[in-house]
């Protein structure tokens, strides 16, 4: 681990000195792109992160929603993109045990897991499905062996990820406001290290996830160990109870070195601290080496004297490691010692805030062509187009991943995967509805409008259970910052995100930003990944059995708008053309109505339309609901398009409702009150997929037939090759 020659030259000038070999790799761990931010966080500020729901408290590691009835809400989300990409299964795992950890430091139990996957080609490359299938199974393990259930994600395959594996963990938690950790501290105040033991896995892991991946280095991944972590969680609540926790925070990225430096920094206190009297699983390490451990399943919490014996009783009680390795002072100072020898001697706020980046950023040149659409060859046999495209992996079924992950667990989960959006029963008699939502082919094309679709397309997603939005969580991931194009994207993305959560006042409550995002092909597209929290103040929309009779009514506008598209990019083979925008006042307008549809019960089940655009969306209720539906293209609501559009384009806003025929006008004077677009274009019955223009058969498959195609070729394709 090592600073840049100008990062050591100011370090020296803060410090007044040259610093020992223990500082530099304290802040050179702390002053990483994984743990600083140094490159993003100037411009992060701009995104609205405030609103009447939003709790603030200093030193943080989730963000906080007050959901009412004395409860809250907690959640975070994280990356571990390279450690996944070297060692899928532990990888993966560790990424769910730092974000449950986020979530427990609050002092909130965490109460469900969402993953977000993305791999290379896995119809033609071996490695992908080799990382695909270990990252799946370490995620089940891990959340399966905590008792925490996964109830959703997403996952993508493209070739930009060749040899290389995005995986991002998102995690819930809840709790009683009265029982938030409110982290203060005074001088005297014990530090206590919580867990595991610390040894020599992970040793430069946020150095690692902060350069492009290069070399397979093992040794900086994680080794997880679920069960220990289980009870870290019924320990740490249990202290929360006897209120023995003054402040606490994860050891994460850069281990003791950042939860040291920042927790300090937060609560403007000092602490020194004894490396011998860290709990190791080595007896021979050196204090650089405890310093920067990122060995997993460890939280580092102040409490006072006298609460000191309680909180040992209490680890001794779980079989929990736990040791006193040093105490509060107030001269704002780090100091870390192995007995009376010192090691490192900094003041906190210079180790804990890296001097920030301003990088220069420029417009990709790709982007200036990128625009133009060819003329595509024409499609002869659409059935066929279609039982090809229900097989692929982006549109193929996802229950063999969400099948292996327990999501019963908790006897919360009302909305189970394989919905639009997952819902969560808390205890004050509300729904927490929640779901992420990524799209790496839109935003190559327009990294703004491509991060507002993926924004909005995770709020339609809660729509569709009859929440409302109420907050944002932001993963950022890209390649090389320094490279001044790739850096452009990043902020276009991010304008883009800060423009809809400011017009549909959503607050952003937490992110991460993963940057160094590189395959030896290059950088990968822009993938911003975003998380929705909704609330639903009375009851969620369970979806129904759709039944003969009943009516499909389109909400939203198809637009020509193919670029970015399954359609193009799966059975085209082509990159480009215009992507899909996000009208904001239309967007609001349906969201508003299709909510107030469901309030008064008028719906079945609502579907939002998205990749690979209506043909897919329409099957996928007939799939899940075994049953047929003849939709009627020019019926669809929009300007006037070949069939190949009406069927395929991605347009945004738009929604699918199964409405039974008694409730059709009162439905219709709801959309019509809110001025939406919309129109009654099918009717479920029979044994048959069927898309008719006119007189004209365009689609034409059976149910039972399409249906075996979509739930077994991603296992198949997997499991066989």
Same mark, same amino acid.
């Given at each position: ?557 198809? %637009? ?7 359609? =193009?990019?799966? !059975?085209? /083979? $082509?990159? +480009? &053309? @215009? ?89 219709? %004077? ?7 677009? =919309?129109?009654? !274009?099918? /009717? $479920?019955? +029979? &044994? @048959? ?33």
């Amino acid at each position: 681990m090592s600073l840049e020659s100008q990062e050591l030259e100011e370090l020296k000038s803060k410090i007044g000195r040259n610093p020992t070999s223990t500082e530099l790799q304290i802040v050179a761990a702390e002053w990483s792109e994984h743990c600083s931010y140094k490159s993003s966080k100037k411009h992060l500020k701009m995104l609205p992160m405030e609103g009447p729901l939003v709790i603030t408290e200093k030193g943080y590691d989730s963000g906080v929603l007050d959901v009412g009835g004395g409860y809250v809400v907690t959640a975070h989300i994280e990356s571990h993109n390279h450690p996944s990409a070297v060692e899928p299964y532990g990888g993966a795992a560790t990424g769910v045990g730092g974000v449950i950890r986020d979530i427990l430091s609050a002092g909130t139990r965490p109460i469900a897991i969402f993953d977000g996957l993305r791999f290379g080609n896995i119809e033609k490359d071996q490695q992908a499905r080799w990382l695909f299938k270990n990252a799946v199974t370490g995620i089940a393990d891990y959340g399966n062996c905590l008792g925490i259930p996964t109830i959703g994600g997403e996952v993508e395959f493209d070739g930009c990820y060749e040899n290389y594996a995005l995986v991002d963990v998102a995690a819930i938690g809840f709790g009683k406001k009265e029982n938030l950790i409110k982290n203060h501290s005074k001088k005297g105040d014990l530090v206590v290290l919580m867990g595991g033991s610390t040894g020599r896995d992970g040793i430069g892991g946020s150095q690692f996830a902060s350069d492009s991946l290069e070399s397979e280095d093992r040794s900086a991944v994680q080794i997880p160990d679920p069960f220990i972590e289980k009870l870290i969680i019924e320990a740490i609540l249990e202290a929360r109870n006897q209120k023995l926790i003054h402040a606490m925070k994860d050891l994460g990225g850069g281990g003791l070195s950042c939860a040291i430096s920042e927790t300090a920094d937060a609560l403007e206190i000092g602490i020194e601290m004894d490396v011998a009297k860290v709990h190791t699983r080595e007896s021979d390490m050196h204090p650089d080496e405890i310093m920067v451990s990122e060995s997993q399943e460890r939280m580092l919490i102040i409490t006072g004297k006298d609460k000191l014996k309680r909180l040992q009783d209490i680890c001794k009680k779980f079989h929990i490691g736990c040791s006193v390795i040093g105490r509060v002072t107030s001269d704002n100072k780090m100091h870390i010692k192995k007995g009376n020898r010192t090691f490192a001697n900094l003041p906190t706020d210079v180790v804990a805030n890296a001097t920030l980046l301003d990088l220069p950023s420029k417009k990709p040149i790709y982007l200036d062509s990128i625009e133009k659409e060819k003329k595509l060859k024409s499609i002869s046999d659409y059935s066929k187009l279609m039982i090809k495209f229900l097989a692929s992996p982006n549109i193929a079924s996802k229950i063999w991943i969400y099948s292996q992950y327990d999501h019963e667990v908790g006897i919360r989960t009302v909305v189970k995967p394989g919905r639009d959006a997952s819902v969560l029963r808390l205890d004050n008699g509300k729904f927490l509805s929640a779901k992420i939502d990524g799209n790496p082919k839109h935003c190559f094309i327009n990294p703004r409008e491509g991060a507002i679709g993926c924004f909005e397309e995770a709020c339609r997603n809660v729509v569709c259970t009859g929440a409302k939005p109420i907050g944002m969580l932001d993963h950022l991931q890209f390649g090389n910052p320094k490279d001044p194009e790739i850096f452009w994207t990043f902020l276009e993305s991010l304008k883009g995100l800060t423009d809809f959560a400011k017009f549909f006042k959503i607050p952003c409550v937490g992110g991460k930003v993963s940057l160094y995002n590189e395959t030896p092909k290059g950088p990968i597209k822009p993938t911003p990944v975003i998380g929705v929290l909704g609330l639903i103040e009375k009851n969620p929309l369970i979806s129904k059995k759709i039944s003969d009779g009943d009516s499909l009514v389109m909400v939203g506008n198809t %637009k020509d708008e193919m670029g970015g598209s399954e359609f =193009f990019e799966y !059975i085209h /083979k $082509f990159v +480009g &053309g @215009k992507c899909p925008i996000v009208d904001f006042d239309e967007s609001k307008n349906n969201m508003n109505a299709v909510l107030e549809t469901i309030d008064n019960q008028l719906v079945k089940s609502a579907h939002d339309c998205s990749k690979g655009g209506l043909a897919v969306a329409v099957s996928e209720l007939c799939l899940i609901n075994n049953v047929g539906c003849k939709t009627l293209l020019g019926k669809i609501p929009g300007e006037k398009l070949e069939v190949d559009r009406i069927l395929f384009s991605e347009s945004h806003s738009r929604y699918l409702l199964v409405v039974e025929k008694k409730n059709i006008k009162e439905l219709e %004077k709801i959309l019509q009150k809110h001025k939406t677009v =919309f129109a009654n !274009i099918g /009717k $479920f019955g +029979g &044994g @048959k997929i069927e898309f008719t223009h006119g007189t004209k058969s365009i689609i034409d498959l059976r149910v039972d037939k399409a249906q075996k195609t979509w739930l077994n070729s991603l296992r198949d394709l997997v499991l066989h090759g």
